[in-house]
């Protein structure tokens, strides 16, 4: 019997995959359970849409990080800092401090965990990498200056 799986099973297949399944595997298991339902014309066509608005979807999301990235390298961000008496930061610039300052400047909201950066501890300019998608990185200019 042909079913469409619901949700992963370990050693029969993954999500909205078909497969054959024993008749009373299915209809004694599977279904009953909500695990899968019987691969029949409606359920395959609700599974084509769902995958096609799925895909429209990424695709979109996709588009929009190009575009965030396309505004992100354009900007360089100035971050004002205290300096001690040999010219060196006080602790480091962190990807918290210029995630918050992304969000002061230039109205752009973005987690800290996307942000790579090497630890800033001169003044001067530096670079980050924000990862927008797993297909999308972005360089970000970093203006480190005294605080006075």
Same mark, same amino acid.
């Given at each position: 019997?042909?079913? *469409?799986?619901l #949700?992963d099973?370990?050693?029969v $297949?993954k999500?909205?995959q078909?497969?054959n399944?024993s008749?009373g595997?299915?209809?004694?298991?599977?279904?009953?359970? !909500?695990?899968?339902v /019987?691969a029949n014309?409606a359920n *395959? @066509? !609700?599974? /084509?849409? #769902? #995958?096609a608005?799925?895909?429209?979807?990424?695709?979109?999301e996709? =588009?929009?990080a190009? /575009?965030?990235?396309?505004?992100?390298?354009?900007k360089t961000?100035?971050?004002k800092?205290?300096? $001690?008496? @040999?010219?060196?930061?006080?602790?480091?610039?962190?990807? !918290?401090?210029?995630?918050h300052?992304?969000? /002061?400047?230039?109205?752009?909201?973005?987690? !800290?965990? &996307?942000?790579?950066?090497?630890?800033? &501890?001169?003044?001067g300019?530096?670079k980050?990498?924000i990862?927008?998608?797993? #297909?999308?990185?972005? =360089?970000?200019k970093i203006s480190?200056?005294?605080l006075?």
């Open positions: 019997m042909k079913v *469409i799986l #949700q099973i370990k050693g $297949g999500k909205d078909t497969i399944a008749d595997y299915a209809k004694n298991f599977l279904i009953p359970k !909500k695990m899968a /019987e014309k *395959i @066509n !609700k599974l /084509e849409k #769902q #995958q608005e799925a895909e429209a979807k990424a695709l979109e996709l =588009e929009k190009k /575009e965030l990235a396309k505004l992100i390298e354009e961000i100035n971050i800092v205290k300096i $001690g008496n @040999n010219g060196k930061l006080f602790g480091a610039v962190t990807n !918290k401090e210029i995630s300052e992304l969000k /002061e400047q230039f109205n752009i909201d973005i987690d !800290k965990k &996307k942000i790579v950066v090497d630890a800033i &501890k001169a003044v300019e530096a980050a990498t990862k927008l998608h797993p #297909q999308v990185s972005a =360089e970000l480190v200056t005294e006075k």
